[in-house]
């Protein structure tokens, strides 16, 4: 299997980035991650005013996979995502959602079992692996790694995690694949700038799908797909989110517009993946047993 350690890491997805590993299509990769301080807070002592802000957010990579051109709709199955037993979590005043009542700063270590995270000793969460950062280089420009939109980025998704698949439009040759920023366990929103943020590995196939106009990025899992959205505001983007799910469902699906309308107001949920980065991050979720009953799968 394809191995990339975590000493090689990006902080922005640009075109002109260097891929550190070529693989063909449906094979096998494994990226090793940092957690999204790259490992700079080692105990509750070390406080987020210490940080190099310069190496925050590393992503893996980058992966060129053989044989994406620019405008392929890539498939990126999720096999297995595995978090270190150890994770971080900070407040910071004047960040977040509560930034503007949080005064203090502080650093917790918050233990993993392997199916639970336990908080500050009194308090046992079922962990949820997921990734936070995850995408491809854009056609143009360069978007720091906090960032979302397009091309995927620090969307924060919840649902991100093993067994699901996410799809991504290229923006170049190779696509120029990357993810990091892992959570053991994080909550929508994401309201205080961090989950369980914790180093990890990801085991992962890619291949190019025929679903070109695809709205991207796009999400899979066994019993729903979701559209996900960034936009400057949480408004905006749940504005386009549903936008772009009437969009798949008329034309993948074959719905007509009414119906894909009423369906999505009975079956869709309209969720937050997180509202604290420089673009906020929404996701349209439909159930797949709808789509089944129009004679509509997924590409396998």
Request: hydrophobic share 40%.
């Amino acid at each position: 299997m394809n191995k990339v350690t975590r000493d090689h890491v990006f902080f922005a997805f640009e075109p002109s980035l260097e891929p550190v590993l070529q693989v063909i299509q449906g094979e096998e990769i494994l990226l090793e991650t940092h957690d999204c301080f790259q490992g700079q807070l080692k105990s509750e002592s070390d406080l987020i005013d210490a940080l190099d802000w310069d190496h925050v957010n590393p992503a893996t990579g980058p992966v060129f996979i053989e044989g994406v051109k620019p405008g392929d709709v890539i498939k990126i199955d999720l096999l297995e995502v595995k978090v270190a037993p150890r994770s971080t979590m900070v407040t910071v005043p004047g960040e977040g959602v509560l930034g503007d009542l949080i005064t203090e700063m502080e650093t917790a270590i918050l233990a993993y079992d392997g199916e639970k995270v336990t908080f500050k000793n009194k308090v046992e969460i079922p962990a949820r692996p997921m990734i936070g950062v995850i995408g491809v280089a854009p056609a143009s420009g360069k978007v720091p790694n906090g960032t979302p939109g397009p091309h995927g980025g620090n969307m924060d998704c919840t649902q991100i995690g093993q067994g699901a698949s996410i799809y991504f439009t290229a923006g170049v040759e190779g696509g120029l694949f990357g993810c990091g920023d892992m959570h053991a366990v994080m909550g929508d929103g994401e309201i205080v700038v961090c989950g369980a943020e914790t180093p990890g590995e990801v085991r992962l196939k890619a291949r190019v799908v025929p679903m070109k106009g695809l709205p991207t990025p796009f999400l899979e899992t066994k019993d729903m797909v979701a559209v996900i959205h960034s936009s400057p505001t949480a408004d905006e983007a749940a504005s386009e989110a549903t936008h772009r799910m009437a969009q798949f469902l008329t034309d993948f699906v074959k719905i007509p517009l009414n119906d894909a309308g009423m369906l999505m107001s009975l079956v869709g949920e309209l969720k937050f993946c997180q509202v604290v980065d420089p673009e906020k991050t929404i996701r349209f979720e439909f159930p797949k047993y709808v789509l089944e009953k129009y004679g509509f799968r997924m590409p396998e």
